[in-house]
């Protein structure tokens, strides 16, 4: 494609950024919420939109698949960023990586002990660095979501998840802990892309990074 290819999740991501592609003159043909289609065409004949599951999106980017796309820290951090270039904090989707237990569960005095703490997560890269550097022997549980749900029956100790109101972990009867990293979305480029479309990308980046609110 002699266009760009922008991959964006939908949801809270594609809402956050609708903003930024009218900063660089791009409005989305269609409303991914509404569409079933994957491939959405913009006001610009050389611009394309493809829609993706979040965590698909560093690795659509890696391969050249998509030009751009735009992912959440969360998300960067378990692909490990390989073939990406990672030039702007779009501070959209801000939340914070923590670890959360059940009310009444001391961690405090967990940790202290020694104790050997069974963690579940979506976040296993997250979550093995944090315990590896405070010296915290874990064994880490792979979950694909509703976290909140592991140490309630009993299958974790603790979770580590994405917190914004606490709300969720309220209504489960649980409560951050630690906080592990504030989480925002970057733009990530493909860095081939980026050499061979340069005059294509740039524009779109720089009209980005201006659109950038705190
Ligand atoms: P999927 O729903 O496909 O499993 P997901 O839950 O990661 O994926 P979203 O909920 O759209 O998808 O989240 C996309 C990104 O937004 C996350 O990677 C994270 O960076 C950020 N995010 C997640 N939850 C929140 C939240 N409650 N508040 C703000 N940002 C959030
Ligand atoms: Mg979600």
């Given amino acids: 494609?002699?266009?760009?290819?922008?991959a964006l999740s939908k949801g809270r991501i594609f809402?956050?950024?609708?903003?930024?592609l009218a900063a660089a003159g791009i409005v989305p043909a269609d409303d991914p919420e509404t569409s079933r289609k994957l491939i959405l065409g913009t006001n610009r004949a050389d611009v394309r939109l493809v829609i993706v599951r979040a965590s698909d999106t560093p690795t659509y980017v890696q391969y050249g698949a998509a030009d751009l796309g735009i992912a959440g820290k969360d998300v960067l951090i378990e692909h490990g960023g390989a073939g990406l270039y990672q030039p702007l904090d779009l501070k959209i989707a801000r939340c914070r990586m923590a670890?959360?237990?059940?009310?009444?569960?001391?961690?405090?005095?967990a940790v202290r002990?020694?104790?050997r703490l069974r963690v579940a997560s979506k976040y296993i890269q997250t979550a093995r660095e944090h315990f590896a550097a405070k010296?915290?022997?874990?064994?880490?549980?792979k979950l694909y979501g509703s976290m909140e749900l592991a140490p309630l029956v009993g299958l974790a100790d603790a979770i580590v998840d994405l917190v914004s109101s606490g709300n969720t972990l309220k209504a489960n009867n649980l409560?951050?802990?630690e906080d592990i990293m504030p989480i925002s979305s970057r733009l990530i480029v493909n860095q081939a892309s980026l050499k061979m479309k340069r005059e294509l990308l740039q524009p779109v980046i720089d009209a980005f990074a201006g659109a950038v609110r705190d």
């Fill in 99 to 109: 670890v959360a237990v059940p009310n009444g569960f001391d961690y405090v005095a």
């Fill in 175 to 177: 409560v951050a802990v």
């Fill in 1 to 6: 494609m002699t266009g760009i290819t922008i």
């Fill in 15 to 20: 809402e956050e950024t609708l903003p930024l």
């Fill in 135 to 141: 010296g915290v022997h874990v064994d880490l549980i």
């Fill in 113 to 115: 002990r020694g104790a």
